[in-house]
């Protein structure tokens, strides 16, 4: 297995902007790799294997740009997880101090499911369900 090694400081500012950087192996003389962002994690491809075009340095108004989106989406993000979590409360209010052999109705059996999904990471924080391999444990 080949070893490589890439700039840290590279990786940290891929993981803040999420613009993908082409770099130096700091091991191999010629060997250049492009650093991507890939859900939270910072991966590295060779760069003989990346898609051209290659990418170039972003300028400060794209890392800007890129920054200042990446936050929106991360307040949105949790807005719409608020949002979720209040329409279970919501439904799930009336049966508190119930005796656990109350009957549920089908709009609170649903709630009952989708906050325990959520806890499970089922549900993802756009409001949709996540593919079952990435939550449902055996």
Partial sequence: ???????SEQVDTVRIDGLPRLVNDERAAGVQHVLYLEGSKVRSMLATDWPPPLPSDPTP?????AIAARR???QQE???????RARIIAIMQPI??????TPLTAAQMQAMLRLLARQAGGIRPD???????EWAKE
């Fill in 96 to 101: 508190v101090g119930q005796s656990i052999d």
């Fill in 61 to 65: 108004q794209e890392i800007a740009a």
């Fill in 127 to 133: 409001g949709t369900w996540a593919p079952l391999s």
């Fill in 78 to 84: 949790r807005a719409n997880i608020t949002a979720i």
């Fill in 1 to 7: 297995m080949t070893s490589y090694k890439v700039p």
């Fill in 72 to 74: 929106a989406a991360e």
